[in-house]
């Protein structure tokens, strides 16, 4: 069974940074002034775009001709010189179709990274949507994450970012970090309230392997805020973003009415999407790939790949699933959605009935509070929001 073909994303991953970050997992390199091996990625990326717009000579992946967002992410897209970044996004705009005026394209950027010109010549380049890496408004936190901002720097990003003309704009925030307490997490975020955004997306710190954060909280040197302190803390946001009328539309982000993210809405639709860049992943026609987590090697194998399919060898990793699998996972992912997963929709996309597929699985969540059904809706309850890694595990 097929789905029916829609626009899709588009996703440029730029792998560079100023200082890689110690809790951070992304894929990137700390190479932000190397300017040579940017302009080769530069060229690359635009190879891999081309390619995937022109189907490379294959149906099934030329089929998304159409994208209706666009997302610069990283990595630090802007530690890129604008020129660079305006050029590889005229590059998209000529390659692919858009819808014109409802085209969305976010663009993230970090504090420390952008002046005011440079968010002005981004705004005329055709970025329409911002979402800045606050992470933070206390300074000793910021330092201790290992960020290269301050919040006076922050705060003058958003200042400029909307005097640029970016009318969309988002903040990114974490909380849970080391040393913070339910004050210091009151206080970012009120003060990230008062500068007005449209969009937030609040994450809490997560220990990933093979960061240095990973590796001295196994060490007993990362006092993170015990799991009482993190409940208050969420319990806070909710509070606080609601009175500010944002919106919660997914467990970790929140929105002004019709500001939702577009384009990570596609991930949790699980539609299709079209990532460029080392360490990018595509989806089209139910086929995952992976591009190769190396930035010289991404590039040698674009810019000399010759005329033939050698290009393709970007790809280290591709999974075509079959239909139960996409149905599992359009679940999982829509279930991080706060409306929920549409019963209806489901069945019309994989002709399978979600109740009778999870059968007593989804009636054990159901009686332990996690999810319940709104409508033809079926979404996580307050608490298995709070719990929507042990639920989504149940139903993987
Ligand atoms: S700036 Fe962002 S992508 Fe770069 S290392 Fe820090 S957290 Fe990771």
Redesign the pocket.
């Known amino acids: 069974m097929s789905e029916p073909v829609q626009a899709a994303g588009l996703y440029v991953h730029v792998p560079f940074?100023e200082r890689?970050?110690p809790y951070?997992s992304?894929f990137?390199i700390a190479e932000g002034g190397n300017r040579e091996l940017q302009q080769r990625y530069v060229r690359a990326a635009r190879i891999q775009m081309e390619r995937l717009a022109a189907g490379a000579g294959e149906e099934e992946i030329s089929r998304p001709r159409t994208v209706d967002t666009i997302f610069f992410g990283?990595?630090?897209p802007a530690v890129l010189p604008v020129h660079l970044l305006a050029d590889l996004l005229s590059t998209s705009l000529e390659l692919f179709d858009t819808p014109g005026e409802s085209l969305e394209v976010s663009l993230e950027v970090?504090p420390g990274t952008v002046d005011r010109d440079d968010l002005l010549s981004l705004r005329r380049a055709g970025f329409n949507r911002i979402s800045i890496?606050v992470q933070s408004l206390d300074d000793g936190e910021l330092r201790r994450l290992g960020r290269i901002h301050d919040r006076a720097q922050a705060e003058q990003t958003v200042t400029w970012a909307r005097q640029a003309g970016f009318s969309n704009l988002s903040l990114d925030l974490m909380f849970g970090l080391p040393g913070q307490d339910l004050c210091s997490w009151r206080r970012t975020l009120e003060q990230a309230l008062a500068l007005k955004p449209d969009h937030l997306s609040i994450y809490e710190l997560t220990l990933e392997e093979n960061t240095s954060f990973y590796l001295r909280a196994r060490q007993g040197d990362l006092h993170l805020p015990p799991e009482e302190i993190i409940c208050e803390m969420m319990e806070w946001t909710q509070e606080q973003t609601a009175a500010a009328g944002l919106r919660r539309y997914e467990i970790s982000n929140y929105a002004r009415p019709g500001v939702a993210c577009r384009h990570n809405l596609k991930y949790w639709d699980n539609s299709s999407y079209i990532g460029i860049g080392p360490g990018a992943v595509s989806f089209l026609a139910n086929t995952r790939m992976a591009a190769i987590e190396d930035v010289a090697a991404y590039c040698r194998l674009l810019l000399d790949g010759g005329t033939g399919d050698g290009w393709r060898r970007v790809w280290v990793d591709s999974e075509t699933l079959d239909r139960q699998g996409r149905f599992r996972e359009t679940v999982i992912m829509g279930l991080r959605l706060v409306r929920g997963v549409s019963r209806t929709r489901l069945q019309e996309r994989f002709g399978l009935d979600i109740e009778t597929f999870y059968g007593p699985v989804l009636e054990r969540l159901r009686e332990a509070g996690l999810v319940e059904w709104a409508g033809e809706y079926l979404r996580l309850t307050p608490a298995g929001l709070r719990l929507a890694n042990t639920v989504m595990a149940e139903l993987v």
């Open positions: 940074c890689k970050c951070c992304f990137s990283g990595g630090t970090n890496g």
